[in-house]
């Protein structure tokens, strides 16, 4: 405890910081495995325990470290031509994000990911959105205008590679080099802003050291699973907090009337 005590920034005691240490391992790990989950689980944790200032730029750069793991072990299945279109999209969506970085309603942005991810993995498909440039450009826009207010917009990548009908490795190689390149773009932006990333960087590198062993750990089990199963996992996952999603913003709806 007094070895995460000396990680932790002031006002987060060593409890909560061997919490969101051992939280990163496990979350890396479940993403590494289906491709998602494991940033909006991470991100549940550390609203739960972190100072609610400090939650989305923190989180940014933990996910930026556990996807890069990921893409380290993984970086041979990536589409290129698709992470190429999402991060111009990218680019824009975090430049955009960045300069109207104010206190949005939350419990809107929660129920409008949730809705998106649901209609992407189950409703009809419009002529749109199918697999090609534009959805891969529109995908990162939105889902890098987003993340700078919400956090974890994992699930709305997934939902574009969803689409796409990759392998299970190729699937879970391009989602980790998107959300590299998101998360990347994040963390300029929020140092732009202002936030003292300084103050955070002990913790940081333990959070992102649990994360590399978690992702290996994941990729592992991802590389023995069969197909069939990947899909239905990936599939459930992607159900699983589209209905989460849903539920927090109308419980912050209820909470705030």
């Given amino acids: 405890m007094d070895l995460l005590g000396s990680f932790a920034p002031e006002g987060v005691s060593p409890l909560i910081a061997a919490t969101i240490v051992a939280a990163s391992f496990f979350t890396s790990a479940l993403t590494a495995s289906f491709g998602l989950g494991g940033g909006l689980a991470l991100l549940a944790i550390m609203s739960a325990l972190l100072p609610p200032l400090a939650v989305i730029p923190v989180h940014g750069v933990a996910q930026l470290g556990s996807n890069m793991s990921r893409f380290m072990l993984q970086w041979r299945a990536v589409d290129w031509p698709i992470v190429l279109w999402f991060t111009l999209g990218a680019a824009i969506g975090a430049f955009a994000g960045g300069r109207l970085y104010v206190a949005l309603p939350e419990a809107l942005l929660k129920a409008g990911v949730g809705a998106f991810v649901l209609f992407a993995v189950w409703g009809p498909k419009p002529k749109g959105f199918a697999p090609g440039a534009k959805t891969f450009l529109f995908t990162g826009a939105a889902s890098s205008f987003l993340t700078m207010f919400f956090g974890a917009t994992g699930p709305i990548v997934a939902s574009m590679l969803s689409v796409a009908k990759l392998e299970k490795l190729k699937t879970v190689a391009t989602h980790a080099a998107c959300m590299v390149t998101q998360h990347g773009l ?3 932006a929020f140092g732009f802003l202002g936030f003292a ?11 992102v ?49």
């Fill in 186 to 188: 994040k963390t300029l």
């Fill in 197 to 207: 990333f300084a103050d955070w960087a002990l913790l940081i590198l333990a959070i």
């Fill in 209 to 257: 050291a649990a994360g590399f062993f978690g992702a290996w750990s994941g990729t592992a089990l991802l590389k023995a699973m069969p197909e069939a199963r990947f899909r239905q996992g990936f599939h459930a996952i992607l159900t699983f907090f589209g209905v989460y999603l849903i539920a927090a913003a109308l419980w912050s709806a209820v909470r705030t009337d």
